[in-house]
């Protein structure tokens, strides 16, 4: 806890500008990127979850997989490789896991974070590919639930998923990077692929700076201990997000166009930044405290998908599947499916209402899993035929 503290002690030290972003691996990793090609010309896609043009209400069947152990949900995910779902709760800075999720062997357990920091107000989580890792992004400025003056020494933690490991807090922590404060959203990205050694690179929403901040966290520390030295962090598109408090914008990276789709909910909108962009312009930024070097990529920009002209409001949970765009709206229960060009392609009427819709997750089962963040409930979506 001393090391901790002392590191806390850093959190106001403002770093200089200084050179051009310098990381060779992470730059071969970009230049790997720019031959994916990408583009938004219609295609005969099909639909995602059944959900096409306006579902009535009479093909509509919510199931309810769980409604115990749950205090604000904010976003759920299913553990590659294993089936377990995943929760994380804003209201008790806890994760819980579902077992077996909607059949009769079903078991949950909840596990607490004893820091008030490496899980405090989580937003979303976001699973490694291929290792039993998994990270999370944080709604918080580091003031330990109000006990302490907030310092903004706060940024995506990366956990253990291996069951016999993980606990909740400290303990099961592999790293964290605090370069993202009131970070609503985080998404996996495309490392490692064939050419690149695991960098853990991972996209977070940053609330503060209004960015998305590319991070690769590189190799972990020990569990429950506190080297950050490799960490990167690189801004992108800085002042072009819009934080809107209590709600969380979910990430979505699409690994194979090396898209990363945004719920902008401030601006009512859903966006895409392209991370093909090239990163030898990358420079030094002045950053909240000197832990770790912060480079920021000038001229990114974001491009609308859809807006309040197509009915968004308040867009919150969000996934990609089969090149389409699933968008939650917490302000009207609804879903909705756009192409990744913003074309609308279908909704369905959760009949949550406002204010309750949470994150969105598809199941080992092809089918949509969804949270009611108000009752506490995870919910699937089955469409009659």
């Not at 920021?296 to 090149?323: F, H, N, Q, W, Y």
Request: charged share 20%; proline share 4%.
């Amino acid at each position: 806890m001393k090391t901790l503290l002392s590191m806390l002690a850093l959190a106001l030290v403002v770093v200089g500008c200084g050179p051009a972003f310098p990381d060779a691996e992470v730059q071969a990793a970009n230049d790997e990127d720019s031959t994916i090609s990408f583009d938004t010309t219609e295609q005969p896609l099909a639909n995602a979850f059944g959900i096409n043009g306006t579902v009535s209400a009479s093909r509509i069947t919510l199931t309810v997989i769980s409604d115990k152990l749950m205090y604000r949900p904010s976003a759920l995910a299913f553990k590659p490789g294993e089936g377990s779902l995943w929760v994380v709760n804003r209201g008790d800075d806890s994760t819980v896991i579902i077992d077996n999720p909607g059949k009769p062997t079903q078991k949950v357990a909840r596990f607490f974070d004893d820091s008030a920091h490496f899980l405090n107000n989580p937003t979303q989580i976001a699973f490694s590919k291929l290792k039993s890792e998994f990270a999370v992004s944080l709604d918080s400025v580091n003031d330990y639930n109000g006990q302490a003056q907030g310092n903004l020494f706060t940024g995506p933690t990366l956990f253990t998923s291996n069951r016999s490991q993980f606990e909740g807090g400290s303990q099961s922590h592999l790293d964290m990077l605090h370069h993202s404060p009131k970070a609503m959203g985080i998404a996996a990205g495309a490392r490692p692929t064939t050419a690149a050694s695991d960098t853990r690179e991972y996209w977070v929403f940053n609330g503060m700076a209004g960015s998305i901040d590319r991070y690769f966290f590189n190799k972990p520390h020990a569990l429950g201990a506190d080297d950050h030295s490799d960490g990167i962090a690189i801004r992108y598109a800085a002042g072009q997000l819009k934080r809107l408090a209590d709600v969380p914008s979910h990430l979505a990276f699409d690994a194979t166009s090396r898209q990363l789709y945004i719920a902008d909910t401030g601006n009512r909108r859903v966006v895409r930044l392209d991370t093909r962009t090239a990163i030898n312009t990358a420079t030094r930024i002045a950053a909240y405290h000197g832990e770790t070097p912060l480079h920021s990529l000038p001229g990114t920009r974001v491009t609308v998908i859809a807006d309040e002209a197509d009915g968004l409001s308040k867009p919150s949970g969000l996934l990609v599947k089969s090149g389409l765009v699933v968008v939650g709206d917490q302000a009207t229960g609804k879903i909705k499916v756009f192409s990744v060009g913003g074309i609308f392609k279908g909704e369905v009427d959760t009949r949550l209402g406002s204010g309750k819709l949470g994150g969105l997750a598809e199941g080992p089962d092809g089918k949509l899993y969804f949270l009611d963040s108000v009752g506490g409930r995870v919910l699937r979506l089955d469409l009659a035929q």
